[in-house]
């Protein structure tokens, strides 16, 4: 064994095995704060989440590397910033754990990548080398923005498939009698069962109407922390419906229908897409098999059948 594998070798052990115990420190509890609440009899509040402060704990740890991939200044009010509250990442941790996977990705990548090439027997020139190092270096930096963009695509999808119920259930507390604040905390209790990103939303807009926010803001804020262009237009409705004192329940009637056609459509036009990705995979998987199994043996018994007939001539 050569020392570059021996290398090699030790560098997968230790990051394996510091792995293993970072996970380990993060999921054990202490023994100490274990015996200390059993002493004083404490209980945790009703809204402690562990996942949080898993996340808060990663953020300490992992703060000198993310001051690496961090820009210089002005990113606070940024569309990234926007992105965190979009993907729902409202705590001060979140950027911290962002910025460091950027750092950890964009220098592990390229190092396990280099400790495999040495590792292996093939001869690999040192310009194709820096290459897939440079390369491998820029997928790590950009992992976490890909990841981002898919948490905050799913967590847009899922509000728009549940509005309309939500829309639905404000017209009836409407129509009730019920104000629209008063309307919207009833409706962030009933959709937590259903959908807890929008019950988290209505929640949270009813905070800021309890805390004084006018009714504007705190609608414009609900748009502005979803990303979601349908909740944008419904704010906008609300407002004017309220300056110029018109029918609100009427108009949540008409919004909420046609956001049902928006996602029947939107339904109908993934439909749709379904025979065109099922074309490749039929041609270039599917085909050649079956084309093998039919044809297989039609082909084995005219070669049977001419091979003898050619080596007479």
């Known amino acids: 064994m050569s020392i570059v594998q021996f290398l090699f070798l030790g560098a997968v052990f230790i990051s394996a095995f510091a792995g293993v115990m970072f996970v380990i420190s993060l999921v054990a509890p202490s023994p100490v704060q274990q015996r200390l609440r059993r002493h004083l009899n404490e209980v945790a509040p009703a809204?402690?989440?562990?996942?949080?402060?898993?996340?808060?704990?990663?953020?300490?740890?992992?703060?000198p590397l993310a001051k690496l991939s961090v820009p210089s200044e002005g990113w606070e009010k940024s569309a990234l910033r926007t992105?965190?509250?979009?993907?729902?990442?409202?705590?001060?941790?979140?950027?911290?754990?962002?910025?460091?996977?950027?750092?950890?990705?964009?220098?592990?990548?390229p190092s396990v990548l280099w400790l495999g090439l040495m590792a292996s027997a093939s001869a690999v020139p040192a310009n194709r080398i820096l290459f897939i190092l440079v390369l491998a270096s820029a997928i790590g930096f950009f992992l976490p923005n890909f990841g981002?963009?898919?948490?905050?695509?799913?967590?847009?999808?899922?509000?728009?498939?549940?509005?309309p119920e939500a829309l639905?259930?404000?017209t009836i507390c409407i129509e009730a009698g019920l104000a629209i604040d008063a309307a919207i905390a009833r409706i962030a209790q009933e959709m937590a069962a259903t959908s807890q990103i929008l019950?988290?939303?209505?929640?949270?807009?009813?905070?800021?109407?309890?805390?004084?926010?006018?009714?504007e803001k705190a609608l414009r804020n609900l748009a502005m922390r979803t990303g979601v262009e349908d909740i944008d237009s419904l704010v906008a409705m609300l407002i004017q419906a309220e300056r110029f004192g018109t029918s609100v329940a009427d108009s949540l009637r008409v919004h909420a229908e046609s956001l049902r056609i928006k996602r029947r459509q939107r339904a109908e036009e993934a439909a749709a897409k379904v025979s065109l990705k099922l074309l490749f995979p039929l041609i270039f998987c599917f085909f050649p098999a079956l084309l093998g199994v039919l044809m297989g043996p039609a082909f084995i018994q005219i070669s049977r059948a001419l091979l003898p007939a050619m080596a007479g001539h």
């Open 83 to 109: 992105r965190f509250m979009n993907a729902g990442f409202r705590g001060d941790s979140a950027p911290t754990v962002y910025f460091a996977a950027k750092t950890v990705l964009a220098i592990a990548i």
């Open 199 to 215: 019950s988290e939303e209505l929640h949270l807009v009813t905070l800021e109407l309890r805390a004084g926010s006018a009714k």
């Open 148 to 163: 981002l963009t898919y948490i905050v695509n799913v967590r847009k999808r899922e509000i728009f498939e549940r509005f």
């Open 168 to 170: 639905d259930l404000l």
């Open 47 to 63: 809204g402690a989440d562990p996942g949080t402060q898993w996340v808060a704990r990663l953020a300490r740890l992992s703060g």
